[in-house]
Nanobody, 128 residues
């Protein structure tokens, strides 16, 4: 089992920045690929970003490329999502999730079903 706890959400004006954190406990954190997803009211869960266990590979959803950066610190069992140039359409509940190694996912790293463990989510609200 892996327990994931997100933090860092809040209310921010458009153009601002936030950094989300996801602290993991339980099974060896460094063996998992870690992803971020988001879900707005009435919408499906959307892929945001994923990072390999070593941190050398990252992938992003088209809507956040160039604005968001995913990183991880395996010594601290924590993954981060730095969000810059925030827009009102970024408003959502943000979830972190753990998946098997990225190489084993192939092109499925952007699918929620590929992730075994999920946090409870943290709300991000961007005002215009």
């Amino acid at each position: 089992q892996v327990q994931l706890v997100e933090s860092g959400g809040g209310l921010v004006q458009a153009g601002g920045s936030l950094r989300l954190s996801c602290a993991a406990s339980g099974r060896t954190f460094s063996s998992f690929a870690m992803g971020w997803f988001r879900q707005a009211p009435g919408k499906e869960r959307e892929f945001v970003a994923v990072i390999s266990w070593s941190g050398d590979k990252t992938f992003y959803g088209d809507s956040v490329k160039g604005r968001f950066t995913i990183s991880r610190d395996n010594a601290k069992n924590t993954v981060y999502l730095q969000m810059n140039s925030l827009k009102p359409e970024d408003t959502a509940v943000y979830y972190c999730a753990a998946a098997p190694p990225l190489a084993s996912l192939g092109g499925s790293y952007n699918r929620p079903a590929s992730y075994n463990y999920w946090g409870q989510g943290t709300q991000v609200t961007v005002s215009s």
